[in-house]
T-cell receptor, first 115, second 111 residues
Framework: AQKITQTQPGMFVQEKEAVTLDCTYDTSDPSYGLFWYKQPSSGEMIFLIY??????QNATEGRYSLNFQKARKSANLVISASQLGDSAMYFCAMSVNSGNTPLVFGKGTRLSVIA | DTGVSQNPRHKITKRGQNVTFRCDPISEHNRLYWYRQTLGQGPEFLTY????????KSRLLSDRFSAERPKGSFSTLEIQRTEQGDSAMYLC?????????FGPGTRLTVT
């Protein structure tokens, strides 16, 4: 069975600063994918970034980067130059079998960006 | 491409009533997923389809829940004899490669 752990219920960051949201995972499947989603107060889940287990380089998408440390089974999300609009819930998730299985989510981290 | 849509966005029903939700995926996506999210939790998987075939159902999906995807296009999720514990956000997602794109969700309140 797969498991995602997000240990930070809430985080605060100053506008324009960088912030790291922690995620650890557990699976015995060698082929898996790791995802980060943003959920604003409106409720919609917005896909941010993806990292495959065989990818050699850390994924980046604009201000988002994924710090993938396979040996530690961690997939932390780094948001650079935080903006007020980044305030939301952030969920880490994984899928195994080359991404063909449904997503397993963590409990999320609530990020608050302060002006 | 208008994204994944869900209807209704909100549903209030009395305990014991039946409700049905609809999800329209992104047109070229062959996989469609249903998740349920309760307050303070991440989404939990309910069931998924590849085209019209229902490939997997979670143990969370009691016999009061049924889902269909006729012709491999839109999908419906029906809950019979609703209970207060069914109150949650019901999310639909579709995918073609690896990332799943979510709809806005249907928030169900059972009174």
């Amino acid at each position: 069975a797969q498991k995602i752990t997000q240990t930070q219920p809430g985080m605060f960051v100053q506008e324009k600063e960088a912030v790291t949201l922690d995620c650890t995972y557990d699976t015995s499947d060698p082929s898996y994918g790791l995802f980060w989603y943003k959920q604003p107060s409106s409720g919609e889940m917005i896909f941010l970034i993806y990292q495959g287990s065989y990818d050699q380089q850390n994924a980046t998408e604009g201000r988002y980067s994924l710090n993938f440390q396979k040996a530690r089974k961690s997939a932390n999300l780094v948001i650079s130059a935080s903006q007020l609009g980044d305030s939301a819930m952030y969920f880490c998730a994984m899928s195994v079998n080359s991404g063909n299985t449904p997503l397993v989510f963590g409990k999320g981290t609530r990020l608050s960006v302060i002006a | 491409d208008t994204g994944v849509s869900q209807n209704p966005r909100h549903k209030i029903t009395k305990r014991g009533q039946n409700v049905t939700f609809r999800c329209d995926p992104i047109s070229e996506h062959n996989r469609l997923y249903w998740y349920r999210q309760t307050l303070g939790q991440g989404p939990e998987f309910l069931t998924y389809f590849q085209n019209e075939a229902q490939l997997e159902k979670s143990r969370l999906l009691s016999d009061r829940f049924s889902a269909e995807r006729p012709k491999g296009s839109f999908s419906t999720l029906e809950i019979q004899r609703t209970e207060q514990g069914d109150s949650a956000m019901y999310l639909c997602a579709s995918r073609t490669n690896y990332e799943q794109y979510f709809g806005p969700g249907t928030r169900l309140t059972v009174t």
